[in-house]
């Protein structure tokens, strides 16, 4: 096996785990928990690219859908996926792909990398806020907005500003050292 695919791998399989980790850290806020997900993949995006970062995006769902608690509040299965919460988890794909199309597109720049951030999350919002309207028996998309994305802003608002950071500074001494393709 070559080592790029041994590296490749590899990384991609650290995201799925950094997701897994951080992402049960939540604090139940309606039906829409504030997680460190979108955290860990906003830094994933900004480091590793958007193969590596969807992929390990991909797989950490997969294992929540297994059966292992890596969702927020511990928690897995399908009903997660297929709950009120479920268009949020393709939103974080949305994430993945805005943050590293601009890191990958104009280099790694953090006024691009902030604004990678800011798109995906503008699409996680929408992609969660649809199902959410969808699925949680809100009258109305305002309604399922007031609940799926008002109470998070800040938050999202600080980590961005706290991956885009530090995502720019590994990125660039990963590269440094040869250890990214």
């Known amino acids: 096996m070559k080592q790029t695919s041994v590296r490749f791998m590899t990384q991609t399989a650290l995201c799925a785990a950094l997701v897994a ?10 039906p829409v928990p504030i997680s460190l997900a979108t955290l860990m993949v906003y830094l994933c995006a900004s480091v590793l690219g958007w193969k590596k970062a969807c992929l390990g995006v991909l797989l950490y769902i997969l294992l929540g859908v297994a059966g292992l608690p890596v969702f927020a509040g511990y928690t897995a299965g399908l009903d997660k996926l297929l709950g009120p919460t479920g268009g949020y988890f393709l939103g974080y794909l949305f994430i993945a792909l805005a943050t590293s199309f601009f ?12 604004a990678g951030m800011v798109i995906g999350t503008a699409a996680c919002y929408l992609a969660g806020t649809l199902w959410l309207a969808h699925v949680g028996g809100y009258t109305s998309f305002v309604a399922a907005l007031a609940a799926g994305v008002l109470p998070f802003l800040l938050g999202d608002v600080i980590k961005i500003a706290a991956a885009a950071s530090v995502g720019y ?4 001494r990963l590269l440094g050292a040869g250890m990214l393709s």
């Open 103 to 114: 890191v990958e597109r104009f280099g790694n720049r953090l006024v691009w990398n902030i």
């Open 169 to 172: 500074v590994l990125r660039r």
């Open 21 to 30: 980790i951080f992402a049960p850290i939540s604090v139940p806020v309606g």
